[in-house]
């Protein structure tokens, strides 16, 4: 039975080692303004390429919680010539797992996670479709089609950091923070910090094809902003298995400085301005 009271032996395997293991769905990578993406990127994060990847996937079983379907876009930043890792400008969720994926990632990890209205992926033969909506807008629709990407020899240097079959060390890149409430009733950011994640991933299968892509923004998320230059390619993939065994903290961060870029890929602009919000019920 459940109890306000956990078993403090229970504790122990709190979010110990989350895996995110039968990942199934398409990845892509698209050519956008450098310009744009560079001016998006808190410091010290340099741009390594003028490219957004991303994917739309069934998490079919992560060790947190029920199946979800999840969706990204990232860029490749450069911490320092330290450490090059994908830095995602937001993530949205949905299905049953869906809250605990929020929880965990974005309390858990600083991973900016929303929840998305609806998302779908279908394939049928030798295509797929993949769509993203919230607040009305189809904030992200992405076709593939089994065969030669538009830019083969970009899409394969994508496609092959994967190693098929293979283990390999993947980094994301993520800024935490603290908040809390002042004397004078305002809230207030602290304690930010840029830090690594680090994963051990397997794919053990990728169809390479071509994408069609488009984006477009809510008045709370941005994806337009993210414009598509010029479609790289896509495949239909499926993650064997996906452990984040370390998070590493790089340096400490004005959060002054870093957290204009975080909240919008967070949090809704009503949190910020209450007449920005229009309620349905």
Partial sequence: MSSFRVDPSEMKQF????????????????????????????????????????????????SFGGPYLESVLYVLANYRDKVVGAYPFNLMLHGPGAETGIISGREGAGIPKKFADHMEIRRNDQSATAIVERHGVRLLEVNWTAGTPND??????????????????????????????????????????????????????????????????????????????????????HVASSVMHNTIDLEAADADEVVPYLLTGRYDRGIVNPRATTFII
Avoid at 34 to 46: D, G, R, S, T, Y
Wanted: glycine content about 6%; charged content about 20%; overall charge negative.
């Fill in 15 to 62: 979010l110990v080692r989350p895996r995110l293991d039968d990942q199934e769905g398409i990845m892509f990578a698209y050519a956008a303004p450098a310009e744009v993406l560079a001016k998006l990127l808190p410091p010290p994060l340099k741009l390594v390429a003028p490219m957004v990847c991303g994917y739309v996937v069934q998490m079919g079983k992560p």
């Fill in 152 to 237: 083969p020899q970009t899409a394969q240097q994508v496609f092959s950091q994967l190693k098929l079959n293979s283990q390999v060390e993947q980094a994301s890149l993520f800024y935490k923070y603290q908040l809390d409430q002042a004397p004078d009733g305002t809230n207030t950011f602290h304690d930010a910090k840029l830090v690594s994640t680090q994963q051990a991933v397997i794919t053990d299968r990728l169809e390479p094809g071509s994408l069609e892509i488009k984006v477009a923004s809510s008045a709370d998320d941005p994806y337009g902003e993210l414009k598509v230059v010029k479609p790289l390619g896509a495949a239909w993939y």
